[in-house]
């Protein structure tokens, strides 16, 4: 990796491991909570390492085995498990790690965050905590005000940076810069698991309250909006994958420098694909598809796919 630095996400960025490997994208990992068998959902640390390629068959099965437990819990009426970055001790372990495995020099960590729209406080710790750490160690944080595939998308923009010969310095403050160009769109298919909990049960319950007095709650699917931190609804689409994702591509400005599909349950996949072809024609980019990941995953439900992009 050029200038000896690594890109981190600290949380799970929405892109295929294929893409994590090749481009040397850390991850710190991510602990699903409320949950009797812990380790069949964990998202465990990813170095951006060739060896990692073999991690792909346990990520499929880890993001499957997460969505099934969703299904169950709503089947049987219990309560919805959470998500939780790892402690201190656990980031100062991944960050040695990282050196030791990759022989890098230093790193660059963007982490996720969501503000609440009426004060613009930060609801999410994360950030805090990830940055003191990372001040510990040398590690340039940066606070992403994005989440999943938002994040992918930025860390994709730094290590192209790198790649250019660009300095640390540089490269984080490019970063930052295109932070309030990304976006991020997810159908919510399914308003059980927003409306049980997590950080979008209000703008849910909000969204479709309007709805329901007109009986049209059956009928309509809300489209998730994730911009600067904030989020909120971006759209109403019909209900059925053609008229998600025709809402979708709406959504996406002709001209944008990138952008990339997501989605949840095995089921969701199709849709997503279609979606990033949609997206592809009408950009002329190449789109990759990857798992949504547990933090909007888990709040969103498995009926959800979605995208990101860079203006």
């Known amino acids: 990796m050029a200038g000896g630095?690594?890109?981190?996400?600290?949380?799970?960025?929405?892109?295929?491991?294929?893409?994590?490997?090749?481009?040397?994208?850390?991850?710190?990992?991510?602990?699903?909570?409320?949950?009797?068998?812990?380790?069949?959902?964990?998202?465990?640390?990813?170095?951006?390492?060739?060896?990692?390629?073999?991690?792909?068959?346990?990520?499929?099965?880890?993001?499957?085995?997460?969505?099934?437990l969703l299904l169950q819990r709503k089947k049987a009426k219990i309560e919805m498990p959470g998500t939780s970055q790892p402690d201190e001790d656990s980031i100062r372990d991944y960050f040695k790690n990282l050196f030791q495995k990759t022989g890098c020099e230093g790193a660059i960590v963007i982490s996720i965050i969501q503000k609440d729209s009426k004060t613009d406080e930060n609801l999410s710790g994360t950030y805090a905590v990830v940055a003191k750490v990372a001040g510990e160690l040398g590690v340039k944080a940066i606070c992403g005000e994005t989440a999943s595939v938002g994040l992918g998308l930025l860390a994709m923009y730094g290590v192209d940076l790198l790649n250019q010969?660009?300095?640390?310095?540089?490269?984080?403050?490019?970063?930052?810069?295109?932070?309030?160009?990304?976006?991020?769109?997810?159908a919510l298919g399914d308003l059980y698991y927003a409306s049980h909990g997590g950080r979008v049960k209000s703008f849910v319950n909000k969204a479709m309250g309007t709805a329901s007095k007109f009986k049209l709650d059956k009928f309509i699917v809300p489209i998730l909006k994730l911009h600067r931190g904030h989020m909120g609804l971006g759209g109403i689409a019909f209900s059925g994958a053609d008229g998600i994702n025709k809402k979708l591509l709406q959504m996406v400005p002709k001209r944008i420098e990138q952008a990339a599909v997501v989605f949840s349950a095995p089921a969701t996949y199709e849709p997503?694909?279609?979606?990033?072809?949609?997206?592809a024609q009408k950009t002329k980019k190449y789109i990759p598809i990857?798992?949504?990941?547990?933090?909007?995953?888990?709040?969103?439900?498995?009926?959800?796919w979605g995208l990101a992009y860079i203006e």
């Open 165 to 186: 010969g660009k300095s640390g310095d540089y490269v984080a403050g490019q970063v930052q810069g295109k932070i309030s160009r990304v976006t991020v769109l997810a």
């Open 5 to 68: 630095i690594r890109i981190v996400t600290a949380s799970y960025p929405g892109l295929p491991l294929e893409m994590l490997v090749e481009k040397g994208i850390g991850v710190l990992p991510v602990w699903v909570t409320g949950v009797e068998n812990p380790a069949s959902v964990n998202y465990k640390p990813i170095y951006g390492l060739k060896e990692e390629q073999g991690y792909g068959e346990e990520l499929t099965k880890i993001n499957n085995n997460l969505f099934e």
């Open 290 to 304: 990857g798992p949504i990941g547990p933090e909007l995953g888990v709040h969103a439900g498995p009926k959800t």
């Open 272 to 279: 997503a694909q279609n979606l990033a072809a949609m997206i």
